[in-house]
């Protein structure tokens, strides 16, 4: 079992910055990509931002240039900076932990919620 704490958000006027965290722990080693995840309220949840072991990242077309995604592997944590902040992001954000090999390791936090004002 992986679990994911999940720190950060908040609310903050359109055109402002937040940072979003995750500390995962328990069995890490089994895990190999880490991301971001968003629900919108009545919108299915949405891929933000994932960073796999080794680097490669991949963004949501609608955040490329805005969001930077990074990852501490000694600290097993994930970070999320979120910059340039629209309404359009106001959202329930979900950390992610999982296996892309073997799919049915996937963890999720507990959710944070990011409000961006106009």
């Known amino acids: 079992q992986v679990q994911l704490v999940e720190s950060g958000g908040g609310s903050v006027q359109a055109g402002g910055s937040l940072r979003l965290s995750c500390a995962a722990s328990g069995s890490v080693l089994s895990i190999n990509t880490m991301g971001w995840y968003r629900q919108a309220p009545g919108k299915q949840r949405e891929l933000v931002a994932d ?8 963004y949501a077309d609608s955040v490329k240039g805005r ?4 990852r501490d592997n000694a600290k097993n944590t994930v970070s999320l900076q979120m910059n340039s902040l629209k309404p359009e992001d106001t959202a329930v ?3 992610n932990a999982r296996n892309v090999v073997f799919r049915t390791i996937n963890y999720w936090g507990q959710g944070t919620q990011v409000t961006v004002s106009s």
């Not at 960073?51 to 991949?58: C, F, H, K, L």
């Open 51 to 58: 960073i796999r072991d080794g680097g490669p990242t991949n």
């Open 93 to 95: 954000y979900y950390c």
């Open 67 to 70: 969001f930077t995604i990074s």
